[in-house]
């Protein structure tokens, strides 16, 4: 059974820190592309940063650029989000999500595309 478990997520003032981690399962984890999405109420899901597991490489979006960190380790099936410099506007649902690597095309194009997604932890960032 595929599982994807997102925890860290909470309440943070603006300009602190939170630490998203994602608990994978049931599939193999290097084939994979694993991305965060958020999804703020009233708003459309937005795609935040991707790590493909078998290159290392890695996906941003604009708006989190040089404040948010994705990383993933291997041995453990775990992906990490490192989130710097919260502002207001990062409160949201994030979501974790899995995709087979051959089918990853951008954060725009998987945001309604990912084969498999977590329940999300919610993080709220107050001014």
């Known amino acids: 059974e595929v599982q994807l478990v997102e925890s860290g997520g909470g309440l943070v003032q603006a300009g602190g820190s939170l630490r998203l981690s994602c608990a994978a399962s049931?599939?193999?984890?290097?084939?994979?592309?694993i991305g965060w999405f958020r999804q703020a109420p009233g708003k459309e899901r937005e795609g935040v940063s991707c790590?493909?597991?078998?290159?290392?490489?890695?996906y941003y979006a604009d708006s989190v650029k040089g404040r948010f960190i994705i990383s993933s380790d291997n041995a453990k099936n775990m992906v990490y989000l490192q989130m710097n410099s919260l502002k207001p506007e990062d409160t949201a649902t994030y979501y974790c999500?899995?995709?087979?690597?051959?089918?990853?095309?951008?954060?725009?194009?998987?945001?309604?595309?990912?084969?498999?997604w977590g329940k999300g932890t919610l993080v709220t960032v107050s001014a």
């Open positions: 999500a899995a995709i087979s690597q051959i089918a990853w095309e951008s954060l725009e194009y998987n945001k309604n595309a990912m084969d498999y």
């Open positions: 790590i493909q597991n078998s290159n290392r490489e890695t």
């Open positions: 049931g599939f193999t984890f290097g084939h994979y592309a």
